[in-house]
């Protein structure tokens, strides 16, 4: 099993930035890539950014290019977004994901453990 704790979600107004932090443990040597999805009040959970442990290879939702950053710290089993220049339409839980697969690392259903979700709300 692996165990994934979010941080660093709150209230930001738009243009402004918020970090957040993903830490995981146990099998963490089971996993290969870490992903953060979203998901907005009535919508379908959505694929933000994904980092392979290995190599870093990255993967970004368009719509957040530019504006995010993913990264991780492997000695500390820890991924990040950095999200700047937030915009109201950024507002919704932000998940952390773990996968041991080596597929697209974009959908929802590659990822075997999630974590308990951290609020972000962008106000205009």
């Known amino acids: 099993q692996v165990q994934l704790v979010e941080s660093g979600g709150g209230l930001v107004q738009a243009g402004g930035s918020l970090r957040l932090s993903c830490a995981a443990s146990?099998?963490?040597?089971?996993?290969?890539?870490m992903g953060w999805f979203r998901q907005a009040p009535g919508k379908e959970r959505e694929f933000v950014a994904a980092?392979?442990?290995?190599?870093?290879?990255?993967y970004y939702k368009d719509s957040v290019k530019g504006r995010f950053t993913i990264s991780r710290d492997n000695a500390k089993n820890t991924v990040y977004l950095q999200m700047n220049s937030l915009k109201p339409e950024d507002t919704a839980v932000y998940y952390c994901a773990a996968t041991g697969g080596k597929n697209s690392y974009i959908r929802p259903d590659e990822y075997a453990y999630w974590g308990q979700g951290t609020q972000v709300t962008v106000s205009s």
């Open positions: 980092i392979r442990w290995s190599g870093g290879t990255i």
């Open positions: 146990g099998r963490t040597f089971s996993t290969t890539a």
